[in-house]
């Protein structure tokens, strides 16, 4: 069956980085968008960023632009979230989500677009 699994989250001060990364399984990875959303706690999941099947495009959310950068291995079957700059706005738990896009240069930016989901990575930033 599909699998997603997330790692990398951790506790890490304001201003810090963190590197998450996105393993997949029981899918052919380069037939799948991917994207990586976020859940504060309260608060509705929210999209953060995501890139094509072939890695041409991306799309970040505005907070995070500049500070965020996802990219993703093919070969390896996973995508990464490196996130610099960390703020105490980003503390959330970071899901990946796959999507089979028949458009390699397409990106997905709706929860309802994505088939499958990881099980999430806390990241907590300190201030």
């Known amino acids: 069956q599909v699998q997603l699994v997330e790692s990398g989250g951790g506790l890490v001060q304001a201003g810090g980085a963190l590197r998450l990364s996105c393993a997949a399984s029981g899918l052919t990875f380069g037939n799948y968008a991917m994207g990586w959303f976020r859940q504060a706690p309260g608060k509705e999941r929210e999209f953060v960023v995501a890139?094509?099947?072939?890695?041409?495009?991306?799309y970040y959310k505005d907070s995070v632009k500049g500070r965020f950068t996802i990219s993703r291995d093919n070969a390896k079957n996973t995508v990464y979230l490196q996130m610099n700059n960390l703020e105490p706005e980003d503390t959330a738990v970071y899901y990946c989500?796959?999507?089979?896009?028949?458009?390699?240069?397409?990106?997905?930016?709706?929860?309802?677009?994505?088939?499958?989901w990881g099980q999430g990575t806390q990241v907590t930033v300190s201030s």
């Open positions: 890139i094509s099947r072939n890695g041409a495009t991306t």
């Open positions: 989500a796959a999507r089979n896009s028949v458009v390699s240069y397409q990106v997905y930016i709706r929860e309802d677009d994505y088939d499958y």
